[in-house]
């Protein structure tokens, strides 16, 4: 096998965190079992940003967990070897920011999901949640994971010794 570029995957890195519109989300439900739900997202700093409808069943569970994780994950149709999916998954701790105030996040959003569509979600009932990230790990191909943080700063190999299995 030849050796990993760390820079190189670095940059790439930073290049698909920045690419992806949505998320999926991992939480749990009232009686304590798995949930999976989606959103779109917006990145600012090392931070994530959903804005979701409070009739949504995500968002109670969202605003009842004390973790939720988050999984951003390439494209099936430009993925190669779907056992080696590119993904990003990050253990993120939530916080409803309600739908006061925040322009910054809101113009990200709508720079990223249309000036129209975030216009007309302000007049529904929507709320902001952050979700900060705790811990991370990118995987992008077989022998090429990461442990990660959204900026990059923290980008670090994992190596698993296959003799100890």
Do not use: W
């Not at 009686?31 to 968002?59: L, M, W």
Request: aromatic share 10%; hydrophobic share 35%; proline share 4%.
């Amino acid at each position: 096998m030849k050796p990993i570029n760390i820079e190189k995957e670095k940059e790439n890195y930073l290049h698909f965190i920045e690419g992806r519109k949505t998320c999926v989300m991992s939480m749990l439900n009232d009686e304590g079992e798995p949930f999976i739900s989606n959103s779109p997202v917006v990145k600012i700093g090392d931070t994530f940003y959903i804005y979701i409808s409070r009739i949504a069943d995500h968002y109670r569970f969202i605003e009842n967990s004390k973790v939720v994780d988050m999984l951003l994950i390439a494209d099936e149709a430009s993925t190669h070897n779907h056992f080696a999916t590119e993904r990003l998954r990050f253990k993120c701790t939530p916080e409803n920011l309600g739908n006061e105030g925040h322009e910054t996040i809101f113009e990200a959003f709508s720079n990223t999901h249309g000036n129209q569509i975030m216009s007309l979600l302000k007049t529904l009932d929507f709320s902001l949640f952050s979700l900060t990230p705790v811990e991370g790990r990118y995987v992008v191909g077989f022998g090429k994971a990461f442990d990660v943080n959204p900026s990059g700063t923290k980008f670090e190999h994992v190596v698993v010794d296959k003799k100890q299995r």
